[in-house]
């Protein structure tokens, strides 16, 4: 299923309503569909809007506006929540614990789970647990080795976390995949980092972005995760 229309930025992440809309974050653009990928609604927004999650009518996007994987820690990392329905702002939390630039977000149990950049070197990520009030974020520290530009995008199916990571020449785009109490940390070598979907506790909707000079497209396909892990199709690297 293919977004309709081009958009200056690219793909960041996609979630849905569980019943008729998805919610597409285009860095410079917040967009509601139906579920054929038909235009709604749009709204016009800071950059840089990253990924995002559906929540009680309500969506959620990690946004930094300022530096990502920065050693010095310039970021300026928020939540901005929006209405369902038209897109309408309304509210923004500070999430400053998140230093190296919010990107992603995700929601489990109760909790949002923010993820970001990560500068070069480190060699583990870090995610974020905030309550629904979006207090105190609890640093979570997930021993993945380094990856490229930290963690894009966040999504949990009821067993599993899912994180999804960006990729260049020298590192492959890498699928995290834990528990969902943040262990069992497995690695495969699979592209989510543009938005990942779950449907139910086998199936997600993985998302691709193509850009030209000038635009971007988006789409969204069917992948069934754990049953091609389980069956080997899909291998920890």
Same mark, same amino acid.
């Given at each position: 299923?293919?977004?309709?229309? *081009? ?7 996609? #979630? ?7 919610? !597409? ?6 967009? &509601? ?14 950059? $840089? $809007? ?27 990392? !928020? ?13 923004? $939390?500070?999430? =400053? ?10 929601? =489990? ?22 309550? &629904?009030?979006?207090?105190? =974020? ?6 993945? @080795?380094?990856?490229? &530009? =930290? ?8 067993? $599993? !976390? !899912?994180f999804? #990571?960006?990729?260049?020449p ?7 995949r834990?528990?969902?109490?943040? @262990? ?12 990942? *979907? ?12 193509? #850009?030209? &000079? ?14 091609w ?9």
């Amino acid at each position: 299923m293919t977004l309709s229309g *081009v958009y200056p930025g690219h793909l960041q992440g996609v #979630c849905t309503n569980d019943r008729d809309s998805i919610y !597409w974050s285009m860095t410079t653009n917040i967009v &509601k569909t139906d579920v054929s990928g038909n235009v709604v609604r749009q709204i016009a927004v800071p950059s $840089h $809007h990253g990924d995002l999650c559906h929540v009680d009518g309500k969506v959620y996007v990690a946004v930094n506006l300022a530096l990502f994987n920065d050693p010095e820690k310039r970021s300026d990392s !928020w939540v901005y929540v929006y209405d369902g329905d038209d897109l309408s702002l309304l509210a923004r $939390h500070a999430v =400053g614990e998140v230093v190296y630039g919010a990107g992603g977000i995700g929601f =489990g149990d109760g909790r949002f789970i923010v993820v970001g950049g990560l500068p070069d070197g480190m060699g583990e990520n870090d995610v974020y647990d905030y309550d &629904k009030d979006f207090r105190s =974020g609890r640093r979570i520290v997930l021993k993945t @080795g380094q990856t490229y &530009k =930290g963690i894009q995008t966040a999504a949990y199916n009821g067993a $599993h !976390w !899912w994180f999804g #990571c960006y990729g260049k020449p020298d590192f492959m785009e890498v699928l995290i995949r834990t528990d969902r109490a943040f @262990g069992a940390i497995q690695l495969f070598a699979f592209d989510a980092s543009t938005g990942i *979907v779950p449907l139910d506790r086998d199936t997600v909707l993985v998302a691709r972005s193509v #850009c030209g &000079k000038e635009s971007c497209v988006a789409r969204l396909a069917p992948a069934r995760l754990n049953a091609w892990i389980e069956t080997g199709r899909l291998k920890p690297m």
